[in-house]
């Protein structure tokens, strides 16, 4: 399994590479302009793979689970981040290497009305880019909306692309060559058919395959679970640990989609998921106002964060509301009578905050499973772990073949940085442990 994942990712590299290279070494091929000087090559050669790499991002977020499946969706997204940094860095520093080699090319014409419509473009284009990171990277310290700042996001990205392109067009100098020309408009059509994908074909296909929501149950800690069955079709099949953008009080063709663990076992009959959300804010805060009999959307499943690597023990560290894939974890092997040990590390601010709590006792009927609660906030009375989970605690509760066992983390980004660091100190290889960061914007 795992190398079948290695050669995958190998083969998908490598065509993402030949789409950001392939366009640049072609505008090499051929008849040739006259040569400039190295400064002005070397700012356009930055332009084109900027430019390359901006485009590439629709197929990074347009969900193709071949693509997606070896290592997993939360890690793409996150790729996704840093790439576009990157991309929107090679477009800036393009102009400005111009600038500082005093290019003739930016020579201001006497009037404003003379400036190449080319130019005007880059403008556009680059002025779009900046506003794009700034409310990506401070969007809530800006007190943007998700939803509102996702439409945003969309519109502001197709403004730079689309300009870049124009700007790319007008300047024309190594875009005289027609056979380049048509490269480039053939990989503007590509890009184009990725978002027609995304925001039309796929949600044609949900529409068909709705879900009902059969009950909505209250869990401890402002947390809801909504039981959904398929309506009309057999639903899908998911491995525990996965999730799925859900869409509520809309249909599949609004903008903004919402992802969220699957809770439920993965054995569980006719098709049927259940998601458990906490209440954190803007989405999550209209959620337990869902009633029994509601049409939603589920688009899934994605993840690579699921158990099935053969292993002594499996020890599921969860913060917060990052139990949610770990109970999907629990209640599939309980129906499924594996008897392998299982370690879960659970930290909660307080007693009350542990959602599934009562259950998860009872689930150590059914299994070998040992539960460990690590509370930052703990009663008086409380003679259990407190403050964060460490290692110390692993050590104090995990059997000394640390290398041997399987870890999967999920929880606040501070808390999974710290416990991978402790992992790392205890010489757990890299491999055997797994991380999903479900925070994508």
């Given at each position: 399994?795992?190398?079948?994942?290695?050669?995958?990712?190998?083969?998908?590299?490598?065509?993402?590479?030949?789409?950001?290279?392939?366009?640049?070494?072609?505008?090499?091929?051929?008849?040739?302009?006259?040569?400039?000087?190295?400064?002005?090559?070397?700012?356009?050669?930055?332009?084109?793979?900027?430019?390359?790499?901006?485009?590439?991002?629709?197929?990074?977020?347009?969900?193709?689970?071949?693509?997606?499946?070896?290592?997993?969706?939360?890690?793409?997204?996150?790729?996704?981040?840093?790439?576009?940094?990157?991309?929107?860095?090679?477009?800036?520093?393009?102009?400005?290497?111009?600038?500082?080699?005093?290019?003739?090319?930016l020579a201001m014409p006497d009037s404003i009305w003379d400036i190449p419509w080319g130019a005007r473009f880059a403008v556009l284009s680059i002025g779009a880019l900046i506003v794009l990171v700034v409310t990506a990277l401070?969007?809530?310290?800006?007190?943007?909306?998700?939803?509102?700042?996702?439409?945003?996001?969309?519109?502001?990205?197709?403004?730079?692309?689309?300009?870049?392109?124009?700007?790319?067009?007008?300047?024309?100098?190594?875009?005289?060559?027609?056979?380049?020309?048509?490269?480039?408009?053939?990989?503007?059509?590509?890009?184009?058919?990725?978002?027609?994908?995304?925001?039309?074909?796929?949600?044609?296909?949900?529409?068909?395959?709705?879900?009902?929501?059969?009950?909505?149950?209250?869990?401890?800690?402002?947390?809801?679970?909504?039981?959904?069955?398929?309506?009309?079709?057999?639903?899908?099949?998911?491995?525990?640990?996965?999730?799925?953008?859900?869409?509520?009080?809309?249909?599949?063709?609004?903008?903004?989609?919402?992802?969220?663990?699957?809770?439920?076992?993965?054995?569980?009959?006719?098709?049927?998921?259940?998601?458990?959300?906490?209440?954190?804010?803007?989405?999550?805060?209209?959620?337990?106002?869902?009633?029994?009999?509601?049409?939603?959307?589920?688009?899934?499943?994605?993840?690579?964060?699921?158990?099935?690597?053969?292993?002594?023990?499996?020890?599921?560290?969860?913060?917060?509301?990052?139990?949610?894939?770990?109970?999907?974890?629990?209640?599939?092997?309980?129906?499924?009578?594996?008897?392998?040990?299982?370690?879960?590390?659970?930290?909660?601010?307080?007693?009350?905050?542990?959602?599934?709590?009562?259950?998860?006792?009872?689930?150590?009927?059914r299994l070998d499973l040992k539960i460990v609660y690590v509370l930052s906030n703990p009663p008086n009375a409380w003679t259990g772990e407190t403050g964060r989970i460490n290692a110390d605690v692993f050590r104090r509760h995990?059997?000394?073949?640390?290398?041997?066992?399987?870890?999967?983390?999920?929880g606040p980004d501070v808390m999974m940085d710290a416990i991978e660091t402790a992992l790392g100190k205890m010489k757990v290889p890299i491999a055997r442990y797994h991380s999903e960061r479900y925070s994508f914007v």
């Amino acid at each position: 399994m795992r190398y079948r994942d290695f050669v995958r990712k190998a083969i998908w590299s490598a065509i993402y590479l030949l789409f950001i290279l392939a366009p640049l070494f072609a505008l090499l091929a051929g008849d040739l302009p006259p040569a400039r000087n190295f400064g002005t090559e070397f700012s356009v050669a930055l332009g084109y793979s900027g430019l390359a790499m901006m485009g590439l991002q629709f197929g990074l977020t347009a969900r193709f689970r071949h693509v997606t499946e070896p290592w997993g969706e939360d890690v793409i997204y996150h790729f996704h981040r840093r790439v576009s940094l990157l991309a929107v860095g090679l477009v800036v520093v393009h102009p400005l290497i111009l600038i500082a080699i005093r290019s003739e090319s930016l020579a201001m014409p006497d009037s404003i009305w003379d400036i190449p419509w080319g130019a005007r473009f880059a403008v556009l284009s680059i002025g779009a880019l900046i506003v794009l990171v700034v409310t990506a990277l401070w969007r809530k310290q800006l007190k943007i909306r998700y939803e509102i700042w996702h439409l945003s996001h969309i519109v502001l990205a197709l403004t730079a692309i689309g300009a870049g392109m124009l700007h790319m067009v007008g300047w024309g100098f190594y875009l005289a060559d027609p056979l380049k020309r048509t490269l480039w408009i053939g990989m503007t059509i590509f890009w184009i058919a990725l978002l027609l994908y995304v925001r039309i074909i796929k949600p044609v296909f949900m529409l068909r395959r709705p879900y009902r929501i059969v009950e909505v149950r209250m869990e401890r800690g402002d947390t809801t679970t909504l039981v959904m069955r398929p309506e009309g079709h057999a639903g899908f099949r998911f491995k525990p640990g996965q999730f799925g953008w859900l869409t509520l009080w809309a249909s599949p063709f609004r903008i903004t989609g919402h992802p969220f663990s699957f809770s439920s076992s993965a054995e569980a009959p006719d098709g049927r998921v259940e998601m458990t959300i906490r209440n954190l804010g803007d989405f999550t805060s209209a959620v337990k106002t869902v009633t029994a009999g509601q049409r939603v959307y589920l688009d899934g499943p994605y993840g690579a964060f699921t158990i099935g690597n053969p292993t002594d023990m499996h020890v599921l560290i969860a913060g917060g509301i990052g139990i949610t894939p770990m109970m999907s974890m629990i209640r599939t092997l309980a129906d499924r009578g594996d008897r392998r040990p299982l370690v879960l590390l659970y930290g909660g601010k307080d007693w009350e905050s542990l959602t599934f709590r009562d259950e998860l006792d009872a689930l150590r009927t059914r299994l070998d499973l040992k539960i460990v609660y690590v509370l930052s906030n703990p009663p008086n009375a409380w003679t259990g772990e407190t403050g964060r989970i460490n290692a110390d605690v692993f050590r104090r509760h995990l059997p000394p073949e640390y290398t041997d066992h399987e870890y999967f983390i999920c929880g606040p980004d501070v808390m999974m940085d710290a416990i991978e660091t402790a992992l790392g100190k205890m010489k757990v290889p890299i491999a055997r442990y797994h991380s999903e960061r479900y925070s994508f914007v």
